[in-house]
T-cell receptor
Framework: DQQVKQNSPSLSVQEGRISILNCDYT??????FLWYKKYPAEGPTFLIS?????DKNEDGRFTVFLNKSAKHLSLHIVPSQPGDSAVYFC???????????FGSGTQLTVLP | KAGVTQTPRYLIKTRGQQVTLSCSPI?????VSWYQQTPGQGLQFLFE???????NKGNFPGRFSGRQFSNSRSEMNVSTLELGDSALYLC?????????????FGQGTRLTVV
């Protein structure tokens, strides 16, 4: 039973346009959400996070939106750049547990 | 400061053998977690160590074990290797000062079982 789902395995976007990556979760105990970016042969790199007390967090070109009623979060990248091409994982944790539950990832390709 | 260091980067083992992977966390980080990444499965949580004690464990068989030393370095051991154990093994460290902090990952150890 996948508690964190990324239903789009891949996404292609033109350079300069907006990239929107989606993530759904089923566990209502999750209260902290993170996005990681992963290049081949490297470990995931933390990108941005959001607490369940917020519905939006912005950091430069990256914005994460959280819709708790829909158990849905999304990552917006504006404008998209070729260097953003990577696999993006969303992850969630439930309070005191240090365990992160990851989605299966979305391969983003930004076309020049 | 130095990031999370995992050794070795690549490893080839034969089915039935055992293997030990090492992870040195960021200085000051006392929590180390291990994950297995396989194609299409994302990252699956193995276990977490904090202050030399296993605090949390994922849904993996007993062939997968770990430990943490007093300097927070951690090792993961897999015994009686199976072909399906071929994966990228990642460790992540965090301060564990409160639950909601990000984890920092190492580059991983790519294990191939033949």
């Amino acid at each position: 039973d996948q508690q964190v789902k990324q239903n789009s395995p891949s996404l292609s976007v033109q350079e300069g346009r907006i990239s929107i990556l989606n993530c759904d979760y089923t566990n209502s105990m999750f209260d902290y959400f993170l996005w990681y970016k992963k290049y081949p042969a490297e470990g995931p790199t933390f990108l941005i996070s959001i607490s369940s007390i917020k519905d939006k967090n912005e950091d430069g070109r990256f914005t994460v939106f959280l819709n708790k009623s829909a158990k849905h979060l999304s990552l917006h990248i504006v404008p998209s750049q070729p260097g953003d091409s990577a696999v993006y994982f969303c992850a969630a944790s439930d309070g005191s547990a240090r365990q992160l539950t990851f989605g299966s990832g979305t391969q983003l390709t930004v076309l020049p | 400061k130095a990031g999370v260091t995992q050794t070795p980067r690549y490893l080839i083992k034969t089915r039935g053998q055992q293997v030990t992977l090492s992870c040195s966390p960021i200085s000051g980080h006392r929590s180390v977690s291990w994950y297995q990444q396989t194609p299409g499965q994302g990252l699956q949580f193995l276990f977490e160590y904090f202050s030399e004690t296993q605090r949390n464990k994922g849904n993996f068989p007993g062939r997968f074990s770990g430990r943490q030393f007093s300097n927070s370095r951690s090792e993961m051991n897999v015994s009686t290797l199976e072909l399906g154990d071929s994966a990228l093994y990642l460790c992540a460290s965090s301060t564990r000062q409160g639950a909601n902090t990000e984890a920092f990952f190492g580059q991983g150890t790519r294990l191939t079982v033949v």
